[in-house]
C-alpha cells in the first residue's frame, strides 16, 4: 500500500476510534439536561447510557469475525456510517423512546468501529515495530476523547443544549467515512471467522433481560411479575448460552480457554472494572450537578482530573511495567481504584472540590494502572492462536460490566436516596411521605402538593442523591477490591500457565 494512503487510512482510523470513544463519555454530563428537556426518570437515563453499552458488548463478540468473513473495510464504513446515524436520530429525538433507540444504534455500530480498528492496522502494517508505533497512537486518540468528552459535553450543553453532543458526530463521521473509503485497503479471511448466530442471539437475550430486570426493578420493585420474569428469562439464557457456546465449531465465545483459571480469573477482573470504573461515571455526573448543584460545565471540568490521571498513567505504564512489573501494577491499579471509590463514601452536597479531585485522580491512576494492565495479562494468558479472541472477549465482558453496574448501581443509588428522602419528609409531618420521595428522586423535581419551601426541598433532596451516590460508589469499590483478591488468586495458580508465554513470568 502506497505510504499516503496508509496515512489516510490511520487517520480515517483514529478519528473514527475518537468518535465512538467520545460517544462513552460526552453523554454523561447531558444527563440531567436530557432528563429536564424530555421529562425523564432516573431510570430513562441509565437506559440512555445503558442501551449504548448493552449493544456495545452484545455486539462486540461478533464484530469481529463479521469484519473476518465479509470484508474489515467494509465492516468499519458500515459503523461509522451507522453511528453517524444513530448521533442524527439522538439529535432529533423529542422523546426517550428515540433517543434510547439512536442511542444502542450507536453502539451496535461502536461495535463494529472500535474492535474493527486495531484489525485494520495490523492489515495495513504487517511491520512489528510500525504497526506499534500506530497503534500506540490510537490508544492516545481514545484517551484525549475520554479527556475531552465531559469538558465539551458541558460546554455545548450549557451554550447550545443537550442535542448538539450527538450533532458533533455528524461532521466527524462524514470526514471519517471518506478518508476510509479512500484509504483503507479491503481484507478478509472468510475461512477463519467465527459464525455463531445461536450464541450471539442467547447472549444479546441474557444481557437485554437482565439490564431490563436490574433498571426495572428500580421502579417497579423486585418483586414485580416484570422484573421477575426478565430475571427468569436471564437465568435461562445463560446456561443455554454456555452449552451452545461449548457445542460450537467456532463460537463467539471461547469457553474453554475458561478452563484455565488465570485467564478465568482475569477476565473477571476486566468485568469487574466495567462494574466499578466505567460505570462510574454515570453516578460522578449525576453527583456533581444533582447533589452539589453543579452546571455542565463546570461538572465536566471536575470529572477532568480522572480521565487526565488515567491518561498520563497509561502513558507512562510501559516503563513502570519495566521497573516495578506487571504484577505490583496490576494490583495496586485494583486496590487504588476500589480504595478511591471507598473514600468518596463520605461525600456530602458541599463537600470542598479540594476533598474530591486528590480522590478522582487517585480513581484515574488505578484504571491507567488496572485497564492496560489487565488487558496484556489476559492476552498473555491465551495462546497466540487465539489472541483474537481473548482480546474480544475481554472487551466485551468489560463492556458488559458497565451496562451492568450502571443498571444494578443506578437502581441501589435511587433507592436508598428514596428512602432516604421519605424518612426526612415523614420526619416534617408530610403524608405518602414514600411516594412523594419517589416522585422527587426519579424526576428530580418538586412533587405537585409538597407543603415546604422550595429551598428546603432543594437541601433535603440533594442530601438524599448525596447518600445514594455513596451506597452506589461503596459497592462499585468493593467490586473493584473483589477483583484484587481474584487476581491475587489468579497469580498462585501457576501449574497450568502456558510455558510458551513468557510475558506471564512476570506475573
Request: glycine share 10%; aromatic share 8%; net charge positive.
Amino acid at each position: 500500500m502506497p505510504p499516503l494512503r496508509r496515512k489516510i487510512a490511520v487517520a480515517a482510523i483514529y478519528l473514527g476510534t475518537f468518535m465512538a470513544t467520545l460517544a462513552i463519555s460526552i453523554v454523561t454530563v447531558a444527563l440531567p439536561a436530557i432528563q429536564k428537556g424530555l421529562g425523564a426518570e432516573l431510570s430513562d437515563l441509565q437506559w440512555v447510557v445503558g442501551s449504548y453499552a448493552l449493544c456495545l458488548s452484545a455486539f462486540m463478540l461478533s464484530a469481529g469475525p463479521l469484519g473476518d468473513r465479509y470484508g474489515r473495510k467494509r465492516a468499519w464504513l458500515i459503523g461509522i456510517g451507522l453511528f453517524t446515524l444513530g448521533s442524527a436520530i439522538c439529535a432529533a429525538a423529542t422523546s426517550l423512546a428515540v433517543l434510547i433507540t439512536g442511542s444502542a444504534l450507536q453502539g451496535l455500530a461502536g461495535a463494529l468501529v472500535i474492535p474493527g480498528a486495531l484489525s485494520i492496522l495490523t492489515q495495513a502494517y504487517p511491520d512489528p515495530a510500525e504497526r506499534a508505533h500506530v497503534i500506540g497512537g490510537w490508544s492516545s486518540f481514545s484517551a484525549v476523547s475520554l479527556i475531552l468528552g465531559p469538558m465539551l459535553g458541558g460546554l455545548l450543553v450549557d451554550n447550545v443544549g443537550w442535542p448538539s453532543i450527538f450533532l458533533v458526530n455528524l461532521p466527524l463521521g462524514a470526514l471519517a467515512f471518506g478518508l476510509g473509503l479512500i484509504g483503507i485497503a479491503e481484507s478478509a479471511d472468510p475461512d477463519q471467522a467465527a459464525f455463531d448466530p445461536p450464541g450471539q442471539f442467547l447472549s444479546i437475550l441474557f444481557l437485554g433481560a437482565l439490564t431490563y430486570a436490574l433498571i426495572g426493578a428500580g421502579q417497579a420493585g423486585w418483586a414485580a411479575p416484570t422484573t421477575l420474569g426478565a430475571l427468569a428469562i436471564a437465568a435461562l439464557a445463560l446456561p443455554a448460552f454456555i452449552v451452545i457456546e461449548g457445542k460450537a465449531s467456532r463460537p463467539v465465545l471461547p469457553i474453554d480457554l475458561f478452563r484455565n483459571l488465570p485467564f478465568a480469573s482475569l477476565n473477571f477482573a476486566s468485568f469487574a472494572l466495567g462494574v466499578s470504573g466505567y460505570s462510574s461515571l454515570f453516578f460522578f455526573s449525576l453527583f456533581l450537578q444533582q447533589a452539589q448543584g453543579w452546571p455542565a460545565t463546570q461538572a465536566g471540568w471536575r470529572m477532568a482530573p480522572v480521565f487526565a490521571a488515567m491518561a498520563v498513567t497509561a502513558v507512562l505504564f510501559g516503563r513502570l511495567s519495566v521497573r516495578y512489573g506487571l504484577r505490583r501494577l496490576m494490583l495496586l491499579g485494583y486496590i487504588l481504584l476500589g480504595g478511591a471509590m471507598l473514600m468518596m463514601a463520605r461525600f456530602e452536597p458541599d463537600t470542598s472540590y479540594v476533598t474530591i479531585a486528590p480522590l478522582f485522580m487517585l480513581l484515574g491512576i488505578g484504571m491507567g494502572l488496572a485497564v492496560p494492565a489487565t488487558s496484556a495479562a489476559i492476552m498473555a494468558s491465551a495462546p497466540r492462536a487465539r489472541s483474537g479472541a481473548a482480546s474480544a472477549t475481554m472487551n466485551a465482558l468489560r463492556q458488559g460490566g458497565m451496562t451492568i453496574g450502571i443498571a444494578l448501581l443506578g437502581t441501589m443509588m435511587a433507592g436508598r436516596a428514596v428512602a432516604t428522602m421519605a424518612q426526612a419528609l415523614a420526619e416534617t409531618g408530610q403524608m405518602s411521605s414514600l411516594a412523594l420521595a419517589g416522585f422527587a428522586v426519579r424526576r428530580h423535581e418538586m412533587p405537585a402538593g409538597l407543603a415546604m419551601a422550595a429551598d428546603d426541598f432543594r437541601h433535603l433532596l440533594a442530601h438524599a442523591l448525596a447518600d445514594g451516590f455513596c451506597l452506589a460508589i461503596v459497592l462499585a469499590g468493593l467490586v473493584g477490591l473483589a477483583a484484587a483478591l481474584a487476581l491475587v488468586l489468579a497469580l498462585h495458580v501457576r501449574a497450568r500457565r502456558p510455558q510458551s508465554h513468557p510475558a506471564l513470568d512476570d506475573l
